[in-house]
């Protein structure tokens, strides 16, 4: 075969287009990732990688032509993916986004709102690409965000109006979102409601101003109790702060008050504290009337005396039990039993739930004797002696008794019938005149 004397011409090498089949991801931080495809050589000189507008730095070869990896730049978001090996692009560009934000952990703020810090990776370090927003229902914007540690720390301001435990957190970050959890330590908690100061009521119960901290803007999502006895708040003078409760009737003082804001479930209601007790309001007396000599039903008026049960209300009438207590009207007006007696300015002593009346009543008395005319009488004019007086209301006591007639004293006065006659020694020259019980 006959050849040519000209210079043998070779066909050119074989193009090689790199494929990108897969790669990692980093945070916003940046960091190594690793790229899984073809093509990429054996000479890491010739290969560029860039992230959006970025290179991908410190690239190595791990597999020669399938795997190499590179120190991708920080960032946040999604951006465009390219591989350049010996000025060849690859043909498909992927898009490269980085690892959503996550949070691990959130510190807590009142219901009146405050500024929440947010631990956790990915959040970036320009506050523009950042939003925040708190509460699983009706999620509220964390405004006025500010990075503390740019990437793991940031805080935002959360305004009032959410309540509870338990609730989502959301950070967008150039457009990716993190993921909800059921972590405890990965939710947002409202700090728990406190109260620092209570009004007080009568035992007829009525509206109770509480005063307090993270007490929600919302009634009918806190719960108060004094002691046994159920408070319904109605409404809010100060959302979060200042709330009106109607308290049922009751007794007692020094109550323990609890009070819970609950949410969605038991797992998300927060039990708060208090730093003062409560108490109703103590007994006053007002008025009491009167009896007869030989007892009866004493009849005490007044306020915060006791509920619509005689339960725990207790009278004494000079130091003696009063018995068999009634409530003529709940709170104002009670009835007791006594016996029988003399005398004025007795004291009438009542305690109701263990809170006693102060200052006691000190007017109560039995009925005065009744003012007769001496009908007859069994000594001669001028020698004086005994007299036998009738009426009603002289009582039982002899000594307790003071005569007197026509301004001339009656002595040695004895009880003839309990409360009906008694007899006295009059002076001579002293017969007929009036009767006066002193």
Do not use: W
């Not at 209300?313 to 007696?341: F, L, M, R």
Request: charged share 5%.
């Amino acid at each position: 075969m006959a050849t040519t004397g000209g210079p043998i011409v070779l066909p050119p090498p074989p193009v090689i287009i790199p494929y990108l089949h897969n790669f990692t991801t980093v945070g916003s931080e940046g960091g190594v990732i690793y790229l899984y495809g073809s093509g990429f050589g054996v000479n890491s000189s010739s290969i560029s990688v860039s992230v959006g507008l970025q290179p991908c730095t410190s690239i190595t070869i791990l597999s020669d032509d399938y795997i190499l990896s590179c120190k991708a730049p920080s960032g946040t978001g999604y951006k465009s993916f390219k591989v350049v090996v010996n000025g060849i692009d690859s043909p498909h560009n992927l898009t490269f986004s980085y690892i959503p934000p996550t949070i691990t952990s959130a510190t807590s703020t009142p219901t009146q709102g405050g500024r929440v810090t947010l631990t956790g990776t990915s959040f970036g370090n320009i506050t523009d690409d950042i939003s925040v927003l708190i509460g699983s229902f009706v999620p509220l914007p964390c405004s006025s965000v500010s990075i503390v540690i740019p990437h793991t720390s940031i805080t935002c301001l959360l305004p009032s109006g959410g309540y509870g435990a338990g609730q989502n957190i959301y950070v967008n970050v150039s457009g990716i979102i993190s993921s909800s959890s059921s972590s405890p330590s990965t939710l947002f908690s409202y700090t728990p409601p406190t109260i620092t100061n209570v009004t007080s009521v009568a035992t007829t119960g009525g509206l109770v101003t509480i005063m307090g901290s993270s007490l929600s803007s919302s009634p009918s999502a806190i719960s108060i109790m004094f002691g046994p006895y159920f408070c319904t708040p109605t409404t809010f003078i100060q959302p979060n702060t200042i709330l009106v409760c109607n308290l049922v009737p009751g007794l007692g003082s020094s109550l323990p008050i609890s009070v819970m804001i609950a949410s969605s479930s038991p797992s998300s209601t927060l039990v708060g504290s208090s730093s003062v007790s409560f108490s109703y309001l103590r007994p006053v007396i007002s008025n009491v009337r009167p009896v007869p000599y030989n007892g009866g039903q004493v009849v005490i008026e007044g306020s915060s005396l006791g509920t619509a049960s005689p339960a725990g209300i207790e009278v004494s009438v000079a130091g003696k039990p009063c018995t068999n207590v009634v409530v003529d009207i709940p709170g104002s007006q009670i009835g007791c039993e006594v016996g029988g007696g003399t005398g004025s300015g007795l004291t009438v002593a009542v305690s109701v739930g263990g809170q006693s009346a102060l200052p006691p009543y000190s007017r109560f008395f039995y009925f005065n004797a009744t003012a007769i005319v001496v009908n007859k009488a069994t000594f001669a004019p001028t020698s004086g002696g005994f007299v036998t007086i009738i009426g009603s209301g002289f009582g039982s006591t002899s000594s307790a008794l003071s005569v007197s007639i026509d301004s001339q004293s009656c002595t040695s006065v004895t009880i003839l019938s309990t409360g009906l006659s008694f007899s006295c020694l009059m002076p001579a020259s002293a017969i007929g005149g009036a009767f006066y019980h002193v």
